[in-house]
Structures are given as C-alpha cells and as structure tokens.
C-alpha cells in the first residue's frame, strides 16, 4: 500500500466561532490545511455557515481550505465558494450522483475537487469519477454533526479506495471525516487515509496542538 503523506485538517465547525481567528492562529503552524464544513438545512438537517464566514478566514490565513459541502445543489455555488477564497470542494455523490457538471466547473475555476461518501454508500457509486478527482472523502459519521463517535464499518471501504487508487497508478488523497481522535487515526491511516479531519478532538482539547501532534505522532505521520 502506498500512502502519501499525512495531512491533518482541523474542522472549524468544533472551533469557537466568536474567537475563530486565535483558534486558527493558534494551530496552523501545525497542520496542513483548514476543513469547512458548510450545512444547508437540506443535504444534511443542520446549517453551519456560508461564504461570509469562508472569506474572513481566507483573509487571516495561507493555509489551503478544504470545504466539505453538504449541499443539495454545489453547482450553483462553486463560483461563490471560490471568491470567497475556497481553495478545494467536495461534493457529495449522495446529493448529486453525476458530478462530472461539477468537475469541470471546479476545474475551470481552480478548485480542487472531491467526491465524499456517506457511511452507507458504496465506493462503486464514486468510481467512474475517481480518476478525476484530487481527493476522495470517506465520511467515518453521519454527516451534519460534529462530536460524534467513529464509525469502524467504514474502515473495508477505505482500504477498497486505497487499494483501488494504488492500483490504478493514482496518487488521490483520501479523507477520513468524523470522529477522528488518536485512537481512530491509527485504524484510519493502517486502511490507507492520508487526510485526517478532526474537529472536536482538536478544538474541544484544551491544548489543541498537543492534540494534533498526538493524532499526527500515533498514526506514523
Ligand atoms: C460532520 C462534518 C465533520 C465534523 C467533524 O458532518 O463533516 O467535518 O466537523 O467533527 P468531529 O471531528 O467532531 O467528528
Ligand atoms: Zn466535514
């Protein structure tokens, strides 16, 4: 199995939101990239935040941000979610089954783009469009909440993307999203994750680098 290198991606959904510029400055020295979780009250039965909340933080810090959107309609944003500073999205198959519409507009507009998988959807669903995908995401919880526990069922489809992405020749990133801790990193990183997204973990820590060198130094990274 070939792992690329490991990357850590704090989600701001766990941060607190009327202090996010101390909570960005105090961890990004120490991970690789920002995870934006944006909620429409559709795709998901939770709403987070938008644009507004993406372009302040794209005015505080360099670090590339990896936005996960759980929307039923990312086609019609992309262009907004771009200038307010995105860097990648991921939409989800479960929202729209065919995304090549939305891989070529991501393309056109820069973005890196992603394909997420909810636990239940089979790694099939998002074959056909791996190969033109910077990253795949695997959802290790429902979407729509932060803090909630790991799902292990998910750990076969991670090892299945690795060893298909590996075996194509590939070197797509794969994101693991949804109660990563030190412990569910381990299993995470051995299935063939190189993207860990922790939110609680990380921000409900009362030292959140400490938190991230732990995750970072326990899967190897
Ligand atoms: C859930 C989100 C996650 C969430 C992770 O729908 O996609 O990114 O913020 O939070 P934790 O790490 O607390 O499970
Ligand atoms: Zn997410």
């Not at 792992?3 to 607190?16: E, G, Q, R, T």
């Not at 670090?63 to 944003?77: A, G, I, K, R, S």
């Not at 732990?214 to 899967?219: E, K, P, T």
Request: charged share 20%; hydrophobic share 45%.
């Amino acid at each position: 199995m070939t792992v690329p290198d490991i990357k850590i991606a704090p989600s701001l959904l766990a941060a607190d939101f009327a202090r996010l510029g101390e909570e960005i400055a105090r961890i990004e020295d120490h991970v690789e990239l920002l995870h934006l979780d944006i909620m429409d009250g559709h795709f998901v039965p939770n709403i987070s935040f938008g644009m507004p909340v993406i372009a302040s933080v794209r005015a505080i810090t360099d670090l590339p941000l990896d936005c996960h959107l759980m929307t039923t309609n990312p086609v019609t944003y992309l262009e907004s979610f771009r200038e307010a500073g995105a860097d990648s999205v991921t939409v989800h198959i479960e929202a729209i089954p065919d995304p090549t519409k939305a891989m070529t507009k991501a393309d056109e507009l820069g973005l890196g783009f992603a394909i997420a998988l909810n636990p239940s959807s089979p790694f099939a669903s998002i074959e056909p469009f791996v190969e033109d995908c910077s990253m795949v995401l695997i959802m290790s919880v429902e979407p729509g909440f932060g803090g909630q526990s790991f799902l292990p069922e998910v750990l076969p489809k991670v090892e299945k993307a690795r060893a298909w992405i590996d075996g194509h020749g590939l070197a797509t990133d794969i994101e693991i999203d949804g109660g990563v801790d030190p412990e569910s990193a381990v299993a995470a990183v051995s299935a063939g994750a190189n993207v860990l997204v922790a939110g609680s973990a990380v921000f409900q820590d009362p030292d959140p680098v400490a938190a991230i060198d732990r995750i970072r130094n326990l899967s190897g990274a």
